[in-house]
């Protein structure tokens, strides 16, 4: 047998190793999924076509030979564009909308390979351009190069429709190779049928052919064409494999042969240490990549489980609110004796009633304001006036419970107003709030509230000689659910909220909150700072830079 190695036959020969190894490694490695299944019998009837073109333009030498060559590879013609479209449709996923397509293309490349060894198909075989033998077309040929090429436009077709109707990088990778290595293989490989109908140019493209198993190669590489990570290297190692062979087939000195024998079994010992190495790699990477996507999942479903917490906290607080306004106002009116007098045995229950529902609708308003700093619909008024009146109101209405409680109250403003622009309720609200923490948590002594003015910043402390906070408790203080360890011994209904909610409101003001202590049993001081008059265009450059901290509505110009 005398063999013929030249460009073409080359070109054949390389091709259809490439194609059978690439087919196999693909199926090999997920033979359950549909475009695999496609893609090994695309390459592995691609294979067929391109040894029995092989044999017959360069290996056998008898015309009866030549002729079984070629209804073989005809054989293999005939089933290339049906795999390739299947594996088109499962990769797009147009597969149901174009099944109807495909069977009836099924019925035709059925029909051609039945009618390939017939002279109906191919009348004789002999030699053109640079070929021992090239098949002399029958009467059905010229239809079999219309179905030939028509399912391949169609499915082109396809993936260009798909092309217009994505955008995710990935996808269109994947659309882009597939038409890549389409016009590869079948117009390297296409190129004989010019000799076939006696056009006398020879098959230069040809070498595309053995080239379109790379082209994939690259795509599963680059856009996981196949979902898989180790077949690229696996391709491109046995593809090095290959060339060796063929360059030692090639071989015209033992020297040469020798040379690249030892290339060759070197590569192939470094190809499967390098195989070995990358899938273990791969392997360790898909449990990293499959517990960060369970993580994800995980956070998805606690930010998802903490909205609904909001919607019920939020549902919840307003439904109890109502009732416990109704058992406020009505123990206020009974302790002014709206209702007549009342019993001395009955005033302090009524007093406890009224205390009670007071510290139950300060929790409750504390969890609104949380549901709806979370849910951006913390809504402010704004105005301008002069903080030190606020303060003083503050102050007043805290007096009661401080003289209940035998403890003093200092207090000094200053002589200059200090003009402010914020929200007066909310002020007024984290100003009461710290108040109303001073004299829960002083047992004995006095409270000093202390308003100043300094370098266009108006600054409020509160100042008192209560149990004090530990330096490891202050950095927690402005959490959600966050209290000294101690705080539940002296104020046991506190939630924790009340400086969360301080701190939410005055970052909303461009203001800040915070509060320093010598130590446990020692006292502590409160401070709240706010821009005056002058600074106001702090608040102008907040809104327009839209760096208000998310769960905080923007303010709004008066």
């Given at each position: ?38 893609w ?74 039945l ?17 021992r ?13 219309v179905?030939?090429f ?21 996808e ?5 190779s ?27 493209p ?15 590489f680059?856009?996981?064409?196949f ?7 696996e ?6 494999w ?15 042969q ?5 290339l060759?079994?070197?590569t192939?010992i ?6 070995g ?10 449990k ?11 956070n ?20 109890i ?11 206020s ?16 229950p ?17 969890f609104?304001?949380?549901?709806r ?27 009661p ?7 003093t109250?200092?207090v ?76 539940s ?15 939410e ?20 001081t ?16 907040l ?16």
């Open positions: 047998m005398n063999i013929s190695f030249d460009y073409y036959s080359i070109s054949l020969l390389l091709g259809g190793f490439t194609a059978l190894l690439s087919g196999v490694i693909v199926f090999l490695h997920d033979r359950r999924r549909l475009e695999n299944q496609a090994f019998w695309l390459n592995l009837s691609s294979a067929v076509w391109s040894f029995g073109y092989f044999a017959m333009v360069a290996v056998v030498t008898s015309k009866g030979s030549a002729m079984l060559s070629d209804s073989i590879l005809h054989i293999a013609a005939s089933c290339i564009p049906l795999f390739y479209f299947l594996m088109v449709l499962a990769v797009t996923g147009r597969y149901e909308r174009h099944r109807n397509f495909l069977f009836t293309m099924v019925a035709a490349g059925v029909f051609f390979m009618v390939a060894p017939t002279s109906y198909f191919v009348r004789d075989v002999f030699a053109k351009g640079p070929f033998y090239v098949p002399d077309p029958g009467p059905l040929y010229a239809y079999f190069t179905y030939f028509a399912i391949v436009l169609y499915a082109l077709w396809i993936v260009s429709r798909r092309l217009k109707e994505t955008y995710e990088p990935a269109r990778g994947r659309l882009w597939i038409m890549i290595f389409t016009i590869a293989g079948f117009g390297g490989g296409g190129s004989v049928f010019l000799l076939t109908f006696n056009i006398g140019i020879p098959p230069y040809l070498i595309l052919f053995s080239l379109y198993p790379v082209i994939s190669g690259y795509a599963i680059r856009y996981q064409l979902d898989t990570k180790v077949i690229t290297t391709l491109l190692t046995f593809g090095l290959i060339f060796i062979l063929i360059r030692a087939l090639l071989a015209t000195t033992p020297r040469e020798v040379v690249d024998g030892l060759l079994f070197l192939v470094f190809g499967i240490f390098l195989i190495s990358v899938m273990r790699e791969v392997e360790i990477r898909e990293i990549q499959k517990l960060a996507e369970n993580l994800e999942h995980a998805d479903r606690l930010k998802e489980l903490d909205r609904l917490k909001s919607e019920f906290v939020s549902f919840a607080t307003h439904q609110r109502g009732p416990l306004t109704s058992i406020k106002g009505y123990a009116l009974m302790i002014e004796g709206d209702y007549g007098a009342v019993p001395d045995n009955i005033k302090e009524i007093h406890i009633i009224f205390q009670s529902s007071q510290a139950m609708a300060t929790i409750v308003e504390d609104l304001n949380v549901s700093i979370e849910q951006g619909r913390m809504k402010y008024e704004w105005s301008v006036f002069d903080l030190r009146e606020l303060v003083n109101q503050a102050v007043t209405e805290a007096k419970a401080v003289e209940r409680k035998g403890l109250i200092s000094s403003l200053g002589s200059a107003p200090l003009v402010v622009r914020a929200d007066k309720g909310k002020i007024k609200q984290v100003i009461g709030n710290l108040l109303d923490n001073a004299v829960k948590y002083t047992p004995k002594g006095g409270i000093t509230v202390t308003l100043v003015g300094r370098q266009g910043k108006a600054r409020l402390s509160i100042n008192d000689t209560g149990v004090g906070i530990r330096s490891e408790t202050i950095p927690h203080l402005f959490q959600k659910f966050s209290r000294a360890e101690d705080a011994k002296v104020n046991i209904l506190g939630t924790g909220l009340g400086l969360y909610v301080a701190k409101m005055l970052k909303a003001h461009a203001g800040k909150v915070w509060v320093e202590s010598p130590g446990e049993g020692k006292g502590s409160f401070f709240v700072e706010l821009a005056t008059g002058q600074n106001f265009h702090e608040l102008d450059s809104e327009k830079s839209d760096k208000i901290t998310p769960g905080t509505s923007k303010p709004q110009n008066p």
